[in-house]
């Protein structure tokens, strides 16, 4: 029992790291302070100035807050699937298959590394908030932050293994992943209010991860409790873990399915 | 007069290694390369992988600049002529690569017609006329994704013939064909040497290189070992016989042991399935049988026997035979 | 004379080659079709305040935000996507000049990502129902025109820094908003700090935009448009020059370096 927790929690921690080697390989430090560091910077000053132009006034923080969080989702999406449809581009996907090691520790395994990734994302995206926006954060209790910003991310990260497996099947990845990220990017509310969509669209939002996640991070930074956020934080929870297991069991059943038909290699 | 010419050709390659910390080495491909070529000649670069023929071609095509030495085509010098020397050269490199697998095989054409110049009225003529050449007519608007690796192949083919050019140079073009595949191409090529056309064919297989060209140059490691016909070739080993020796597993010294006995040439290994054919070359002949078996023992042994050099010994002994 | 007509037509077989293959590229068509609609989608929502009047300001902001996405991505990697399927040595070894090919190709996908402009265009017009009407609808066809050369030929200079430049193409991704901000694409730059303006002044996307924005607002003045087109004239004569000799010097490079082809040897 206890040899066969240490087997899988290797392989656990085998999968985080050989994912996250496997794809940063090509990444030197510079790189990575580019495309992890002002990339995202960039893309936040975008969205910033065309709120400013929009309102007139100052309302700098909600933009930085609601595009710091994307960062998780990012991270959690384009990190996770490459990581599980990396298996396919490859061609390692039937060694996978045919290997009797722990479908759930590999997998979950390959999301950690991303998880932390994307929470050093939204560090980083609320530090240039302090250093060029005046983000205040005086009023804010830093746990309940701490736990909001691991909670999105970790649901953003189920969504990523959800796609991840789609990439399995369908052979524009990028496309389906792209498109989900641009989505997330209308319908969370983190640059429009939800308030301000449309019903209909409104109902989508209160369905994805990281909805909730922004709303927690802009209520805590403005100075409320954990206990005023516990309860949305408890449903993007939630809708983190079913993702998840959502995104297993479609593996399992990929697998399955593509041993019956002998669709292995042509996956 | 001589179609191509080349001079003491050279060829360095840099590569890094390492991602935080690069280090640069460079690599000898190509080390002391000459040769001439008649025009309308079929001339055959033979060597093992890694010998330095690809990078060879590729100086002679314009798309590297030697390190060393020199080489002309039609008179024209590679490097400084290079503008002058693209139009009348043709080229096909081994493999899948370099084709636009998303589009139809005649797209492809088409596409490159137009950059050879060739004008619309030709090539509305040519294009047809080459994918009945190379058997590709009835397939050409399909796209190249769903061809075999021989249609690529040959669809490679059509495309260096498009501007009808003087010179050819087909660097492996059966690498990777099944044995059908490969011997359509073959006639392929000695019908293209029947149009005059002057070509350069690189290959590792000694057979195809001597059924098809009228001089074979040899190049190992860089350098040219050998450069004449495949007769002449032939009577390099004709004091030699080969013993043939089945065995089912032999240790590196035990090789190393043989080769170093005084009456041995080249020893070469061959692998067949679950048996090793050791080809031992040598003056001996027959005679030589008893001590080889001594140096054998407690090996399993198959059949043994002796027999005349072929062409393809001539090249075992001229490349060394490890890279059997 | 009988050499341009060549060339035009190796350019527009080029065009024609590189239309074909994105349409079966699925995240090629995610950059010049998806993203802009949905950054279109977005900025109405966010500019909504702001009345009406201001969809055409985001049909044409968003349309430059895919404009400059497809150049940078798209345009960018006309050269190095050649390299990556094989197919950059046998149209180095063609007589063909590279540039005239290159050039052909990134005009094809930034006429695509034109689709874009007038996707945007239709959903906002027809399933949103605003107002969209143009200014001066004659000098806004011409600049769109005028402005898609002078986004090209700054494209033919972007395809080179690939190869000249080996992390480039690992660092485009930081190039993409940027350009977004500094071009005043979706705000005015008069929003932005004052010592970035010089910075959007160099940046001949920034003229196309104040083009096309003024053009179908009417907030330019006829001859103040015609302005923008002499300095986008400008400036593609300047990036066509130079892509003459950074050519030369690419292509010189890469068969010294071995770079032609990804696989070595």
Sequence with gaps: MLNRLTTNTRIFFEGAYYSYKALFRWLRPATYLASEVFAPLTMMIFFVYIGAYASGSNSASFYVIGNSLIFAASSGIFGVTMSVGGERWSGTLPYLFGSPANRWAMFVGRAVMHVLNGMLGVFIGLGWGILLFKLDLSHTDPLALLLTILITTFSTSGLGLLMGCLSLITRNVMLVNNTVYFLLLVFSGANIPVGDLPRWMQVISQGLPLTRGVACARTIIDGGSLADVLPLLQVEFLIGVILTILGYFLFKIFEIEAKRMGTLDIF | MDAITVNHLRRLYKSTDGIIKRTTKEVVAVEDVSFEIRQGELFGLLGPNGAGKTTSVKMLTTLLIPSGGSATILGLDVVKDANKVRPRIGFIFGGERGLYWRLSGLDNLRYFASLYYVDEATSKKRIPELLEIVGLKGREREKVEGYSRGMRQRLHIARALLHDPEVLFLDEPTMGLDPVGARELRTTVKNLQSANKTILLTTHYMFEADALCQRIAVINKGKIVALDTPEKLKENVQDLSVVEVELYGIPQEVIERIKALDFVVEVSIENRDQRQVMQVHTPKGPEAIPVLVEHLNGLRIGRIITREPTLEDAYVRLVGGAEQ | MKRIGLNLRIMARAFEIELRQNMTDGFVLFGILIQPLIVAFMALWMLKGKGPDYAIFVVIGSGMTGLWTTLLFNGGNSITGERWTGTLEPLVASPASLRVVIYGKVLANVTQSLLSMIGSYFLISFAMGYPL?????????????????????????????????????????????????????????????????????????????????????????????????????????????????????????????????????
């Design chain 3, 133 to 265: 009407t143009l200014t001066y609808p004659g000098l806004f066809f011409l600049s769109l025109v005028i402005s898609v050369f002078s986004l090209v030929s700054f494209g033919l200079i972007l395809a080179s820094f690939f190869i000249l430049i080996p992390d480039f193409a690992r660092m485009v991704n930081t190039l993409e908003f940027p350009v977004y901000i500094l071009c005043g694409f979706l705000f005015p730059i008069a929003l932005l700090p004052g010592w970035t303006t010089p910075l959007s002044y160099l940046l001949s996307p920034y003229w196309a935009a104040l083009a096309l924005h003024g053009a179908a607002q009417g907030t330019l003045e006829p001859l103040q448009i015609v302005g923008t087109w002499g300095i986008m004239a400008f400036f593609s004569l300047v990036y066509i020059l130079a892509s003459g000799r950074l050519y030369r010097v690419i292509l010189r490079k890469a068969r010294r370096d071995a770079t032609l082809d990804i696989v070595g040897n």
